[in-house]
């Protein structure tokens, strides 16, 4: 994967996180003082000036203080795959009506139109898609609970008539117009040209900004979980789209975290996660706790599968709930066949143009003309800025063109998508991950998962099994401050680093992957035979095969793994897996 994961995805509600950029290339190994400062300088400048202004970045703080805890009532791997395998495989779209500026709209009295959202589901049936993921707007559930929940239901009712389940994502922090606080009541007109200029975060910055208020949130999380809990229409919840993003930054962090405690406490049949974004801390709270992974990727494919791959060291299912975007080469024919090969869910952005204007890039403004290139959707509406008849029919009032204007962007990708969910429908689909983890990694989160290690140089033969290791310290995969792709769970900040652990085994593989994400000039030894060193650093986890000599290092019970790395400018990291082909 690139450098630049921390900021490589950028959803349909992105805009870019620029201290997240700049702390990238400051953690780059051939990059001077000057050389850096030079960067910053470039990139303050190419950034557009309509973009949202971004919180400055706060302090370092270490992994010891962003540990995650165990969650008791996170889904075992075992039946989160039994979960993802009893179904078709998952292929839908982020869903907003035509006619509706965001969701505050979409579920508020005056807008909420049944009929229109069966019209164009039923479109999305005949396409053979099986699923939506649709925001919540919390400020529409306080103004009156019963009734958003029966408006809600029946679009559940409707969504189910057509056979799509759907993935309710109960907060968004995202932000493109001026409006970072929602508010009940007729929302914005549509500017021509604006980016989902009406677009409202939920529950609004304000209230994520000031824990007094968060006791509000708490009865929204309970309640609309509660009501829903054994649905099985509800088909998994999303429970906080791209947190920390609009601008808001880490104060998200902590209350994602009690969204996954209040979830928890009313534990529904369907699983829970919040999706891979933003900055380390969050992204580590999202895979520790989630059930099934999802995260977000506007890529071209080799980027999609680096992002993939990554995600996969976690074992569990993974669904990709936000792609598609054209112009960066995120297209139904590149993304499709990564998503079918891998077994991964594909929940693209959108599925009908309309008020939203998503086929407009990130960050257009008001009178940008409408772009040869669709960013997102897959349908034109009557709601569509093409469409509008000259001289315009009022964006903001009740629409009566004179007809309706539902044509497929491409009908090539309509067709590529049938084609693709009916190939998937036919082939056998995997029950679990193709690998089983001998030894994990940092991405999986288990409270088994530590090692042996000192910054003070040992004496004697370290890496042998006779070696006595019990004055070291004890600490979770894997060890550092920060690099790109990083996960570090246990504080590294000196020059030096020794780890050892013990890996029983039942039996030698016949095959098996080391997993090593370094930086830098790691050795790696298994009962004290070296199996593996180089110098250089990596900027995500690398798969090395094993060859049959280095299998021999290995025994039935108990083996040593030990590993020496060093550090001398930019990020610092290592973290170490062995994993071996899964048994059926």
Known sequence: MSALHRVQNFPCTHHFSLHKILNIFMSFKNTTRCGKYLLSLMLVASVSASAQPVTPPAPPVSATLQATPIDAKRWTTARAWQWYQGQPWPCGFNY????????????????FDAKKIDSELAMAQADGFNCARVVLPFVVWEHDPAAFKGRFSEFLAVASKRGIKLMPALFDDCVFGHTADPSYGRQP?????????????????????????WPRLEKYVKDMISTYKTDKRVWLWDLYN??????????????VNKVFDWAREVDPIQPLTSDVFGSIAMQRLALDRSDIITFHNYDPPESLQANINQLKLTGRPIICSEWLNRARQSTPSGALPIFTRENVGAIHWGYINGRTQTNFPWGSKAGMPSPKIWQHDLYRSEYTVESIPTGGYGFGIDYSPNAAQRTPYDPAEIALFKTNIANMARAPRPSGPSEQWLLPTALTHEANNLWRYTTTEPNGNWTSESFDDTAWKTGAGGFGTDAPNSWPRTDWNTNDIWLRRVVTLQKVPTQATLYLHYDEDPQVYINGQQVFATKGYTDNYKAIPLSATTLATLKPGKNIIAVRCRQTTGGQYIDVGLSAPRTP
């Open 96 to 111: 907003i009506p035509s006619h509706s500026i965001s969701y505050t709209e979409m579920f508020m009295p005056y807008n």
């Open 189 to 213: 007109v549509v500017v021509p040209g604006w980016y989902a200029n009406g677009w409202t975060p939920s529950p609004g910055h304000a209230i994520v900004r000031d824990k007094t208020q």
């Open 242 to 255: 791209e947190p920390t993003n609009g601008g808001i930054g880490e104060v998200t962090v902590p209350l």
